[in-house]
T-cell receptor
């Protein structure tokens, strides 16, 4: 069975602070995908990143960076110099790579509030 | 290219009515996944379909819920005799192969 744990439920920061959102996962698969999504107050799901378990390189995209640590089964997400527009719920998710059924298993989400 | 399209965006139904939610996958995609987001909760997988076939419905309630993805036209998630507990956001994702990473904007169902 696959499982994603986002232990933080709510985080509040002041604008320009850096913030890290934690994600820990469990899977018996040797290959898998990891995802992060943003859900702003408007409700849509915005895809942020997909990472294959083969690729352990950390990734940076603008103010966003991701730290994938296979040894600790973690895929943490850092926002540098946070902005009010970053206020949203952030979901981490896991899926199989092999087989036809690649449904996503989501964590419960982290509500991030960025205050001006 | 149009993304995954869901309609309606908002749907209000009285208890006991039927709700039909539509999902048009991205062009060329033959795999559709439906997820439900109950208030204050994360997203939970409901059903995975390929054209004309249900592959995995392990997350779908056994009663009142059904899904289809016909050869032509959108995928439909049908909820019969809706109850207040069905109020949620329903999302679909599509893919050509592998996980559907991109989601539609969702349908917010409110049962009154």
């Amino acid at each position: 069975a696959q499982k994603v744990t986002q232990a933080q439920t709510e985080i509040s920061v002041v604008e320009k602070e850096d913030v890290t959102l934690d994600c820990v996962y469990e899977t018996r698969d040797t290959t898998y995908y990891l995802f992060w999504y943003k859900q702003p107050p408007s409700g849509e799901l915005v895809f942020l990143i997909r990472r294959n378990s083969f690729d352990e390189q950390n990734e940076i995209s603008g103010r966003y960076s991701w730290n994938f640590q296979k040894s600790t089964s973690s895929f943490n997400f850092t926002i540098t110099a946070s902005q009010v527009v970053d206020s949203a719920v952030y979901f981490c998710a896991l899926s199989r790579v092999t087989g036809a059924n690649s449904k996503l298993t989501f964590g419960k989400g982290i509500t991030l509030s960025v205050r001006p | 290219n149009a993304g995954v399209m869901q309609n309606p965006r908002h749907l209000v139904r009285r208890r006991g009515q039927e709700a039909r939610l539509r999902c048009s996958p991205m062009k060329g995609h033959s795999h559709v996944y439906w997820y439900r987001q109950l208030p204050e909760e994360g997203l939970k997988f409901m059903v995975y379909l390929q054209k004309e076939n249900i592959i995995d419905e392990s997350g779908m309630p056994k009663e009142r819920f059904s899904a289809e993805f016909p050869k032509e036209g959108p995928s439909i998630l049908r909820i019969q005799q809706v109850v207040r507990g069905d109020s949620a956001a329903y999302f679909c994702a599509s893919s050509q192969t592998g996980p559907g990473a991109f989601f539609g904007q969702g349908t917010r169902l409110t049962v009154v």
